[in-house]
């Protein structure tokens, strides 16, 4: 007779199958050092509403998280001129967010 166990999936798994299901990006394409926006194309709206949901489904405060840290802006009509007056009006090189930091976040209950 085989012995069944009940092995609780690992905190780095939920959040990779969250992010593959939500971004509809294949789980064997995601590891511990895709970052958000370089790799998995996210940006504006779509990050902001994928970090919402992340914080209500792990529990994590992100009310000092600064996206516009993190994400272009929603790109419209012109991306690359909007683009240009986001970096200009910035001031900054955007910082990289990658599954690795959403991981410890999760742990330590804050995005910052």
Do not use: H
Request: proline fraction near 4%.
């Amino acid at each position: 007779m085989s012995e069944i166990t009940d092995k609780p999936e690992s905190l780095a798994a939920k959040i990779i199958a969250f992010l593959a299901r939500e971004l509809a990006v294949p789980a064997e394409k995601i590891g511990m050092l895709t970052r958000l926006r370089e790799d998995l194309r996210l940006d504006g709206v779509d990050a902001a509403n994928l970090i919402e949901a992340y914080s209500l489904i792990f529990d994590v405060d992100i009310e000092a998280f600064r996206a516009n840290d993190y994400f272009a802006p929603e790109q419209g009509p012109r991306p690359l001129f909007s683009r240009i007056l986001w970096i200009f009006g910035n001031g900054k090189a955007l910082r990289t967010l990658t599954v690795k930091d959403l991981i410890l976040a999760a742990e330590a209950g804050k995005l910052v």
